[in-house]
């Protein structure tokens, strides 16, 4: 028996290769903390974006070997091999993001990055394994209940280099995407040239996610209550427009717009609409109009907005149609509206953004 053990321990030895030992006392022991994960993450996204699929799943698999936690970059890699109908690699990586805390199931049986392996066994058992764990997940924790409350929701405020307190400007309330956060979406102010603004990006009132994968909705949902998700949008755009007033209060302005993003473009239409008094115009990037969310008398009374839209004609993640679409709604409807779109995808370039900024009028 001691013998066979013995054996075992050298085979195993022969096919795992040793681990090199951390000298704890190396200056360069931790190099690969420097490691850019961030840049490469973003490249991934935008070779997903350029429909690059093998160099973005590469590009995802060397950003995860320095953050095995990133739900969200494992459940992106998985859509890359569903787009390169890799049924099994894709049904692997699924299960690995559940594992990491992606949790939507409803959203991966929607995906159409899966179209291509949802039926092949291998991927469709895993799905369906998924769901039966989050049906018992959720059965165990109980009835879900939504309750409204009051809380204080950060922003972040980039005044112009030589901000003068006496002198009005331009105040823009930015919206940032599903899934993002607002020190990210500030970074816009740089990319459009650090005009003469006041430019702040409001936090979305609903984490999700945990750790570097944290952020933040426009809205959430109850599988027990399908009223959650209208309510939930409808509180997220009162809360911008009360957000508004403040600032308006806070800051001399002389006017105020809306910049919107994704889920966030669409926040501005709903807040700009519902609550038209409040601002100048709208300006929205890779996003659409929810066009049961008014009825005919409110987009009357709202006309008088004005609105600048931008597109990729390569987005995936909201298709070119859906900007598209709401450009000629809201054209029938008399709104004067401006609609620039750009070879590319799910983005805010910085040339369309710029000219949003000449378009508002700033210098």
Not at 231 to 255: I, P
Request: glycine fraction near 10%; charge should be neutral.
């Amino acid at each position: 028996m001691r013998l066979l053990f013995g054996l075992l321990l050298v085979a195993l030895a022969s096919v795992a290769p040793a681990q090199p030992a951390i000298a704890e006392l190396d200056p360069h022991a931790g190099d690969f903390l420097d490691f850019p994960v961030d840049s490469v993450s973003r490249a991934a996204n935008a070779a997903y974006q350029s429909a690059r699929y093998a160099e973005a799943a590469r590009l995802y698999l060397t950003a995860l070997e320095h953050d095995i936690s990133n739900s969200g970059d494992i459940y992106n890699l998985a859509c890359c091999y569903g787009l390169l109908k890799q049924d099994s690699l894709a049904a692997l990586y699924l299960k690995r993001a559940f594992r990491a805390g992606f949790d939507d199931v409803e959203h991966v049986k929607r995906d159409p990055d899966f179209d291509s392996v949802r039926t092949r066994p291998v991927f469709a058992a895993v799905v369906d394994s998924l769901a039966a764990l989050a049906d018992s997940t959720n059965a165990r924790a109980g009835l879900q209940v939504n309750v409204e409350a009051t809380c204080l929701v950060p922003g972040y405020v980039r005044l112009p280099a030589d901000y003068d307190s006496t002198r009005a400007y331009p105040l823009v309330i930015g919206l940032h995407g599903y899934g993002a956060d607002p020190k990210s979406f500030a970074r816009l102010y740089e990319r459009a040239g650090n005009p003469q603004l006041i430019f702040v990006c409001l936090q979305a009132p609903y984490a999700f996610g945990a750790g570097r994968d944290l952020g933040y909705s426009w809205s959430t949902w109850n599988k027990d209550d399908s009223t959650v998700g209208l309510r939930s949008s409808k509180a997220s755009g009162d809360f911008v427009a009360d957000a508004a007033r403040k600032l308006s209060a806070r800051y001399k302005t002389d006017g105020t717009w809306l910049l919107g993003f994704s889920q966030g473009c669409g926040m501005a239409y709903r807040t700009g609409i519902a609550h038209h008094g409040l601002f100048k115009g709208i300006i929205c990037f890779g996003g659409g109009l929810d066009t049961t969310n008014f009825g005919p008398d409110d987009y009357t009374a709202a006309k008088g907005l004005k609105v600048f839209a931008s597109h990729g004609k390569e987005d995936r993640v909201v298709e070119y149609k859906y900007g598209s679409t709401t450009r000629d709604f809201l054209k029938r409807k008399g709104y004067n509206i401006t609609f620039v779109d750009f070879k590319g995808g799910h983005a805010v370039p910085e040339e369309p953004l710029k000219q949003a900024v000449k378009w508002m009028g700033v210098k």
